[in-house]
């Protein structure tokens, strides 16, 4: 499955961003999506995923309560909603399918760059 992200910005802190993921002929084909993020110099790691049925959503703690992630079944695009925004959370954000846990996935999307100022 190839997967297209987009949605990322400039924002300053404080600020929102929704990113989306679509899949090249609509399906993800998996039962666990979501997104990881990797900043300049370090690991990729995990943001946020959930079931494709949209539930049992789970977060990285440094973005519980500010991040959430969803699915429109009726367009089949993943989204993730950003709010309070923070210069930590700049990365380059990746959605993925297939995910198993919080480290390894089966599919990748190409990346969406995030940018917060302070």
């Known amino acids: 499955v190839q997967l297209q992200a987009s949605g990322g910005g400039l924002v300053q802190a404080g600020g929102s961003l929704r990113l989306s993921c679509s899949a090249s002929?609509?399906?993800?084909?998996?039962?666990?999506v979501g997104w990881f993020r990797q900043a300049p110099g370090k690991e990729r790691t995990f943001v946020a995923a959930l079931t494709w049925s949209g539930r049992s959503p789970y977060y990285a703690d440094s973005v519980k309560g500010r991040f959430t992630v969803s699915i429109d079944l009726t367009k089949n695009i993943m989204y993730l909603q950003m709010n309070n925004l923070e210069p930590e959370d700049t990365a380059l954000y990746y959605c993925?399918?297939?995910?198993?846990?919080?480290?390894?996935?089966?599919?990748w999307g190409q990346g969406t760059q995030v940018t917060v100022s302070s």
């Open positions: 002929g609509g399906s993800f084909g998996a039962n666990v």
């Open positions: 993925a399918a297939g995910i198993i846990g919080t480290a390894v996935a089966r599919d």
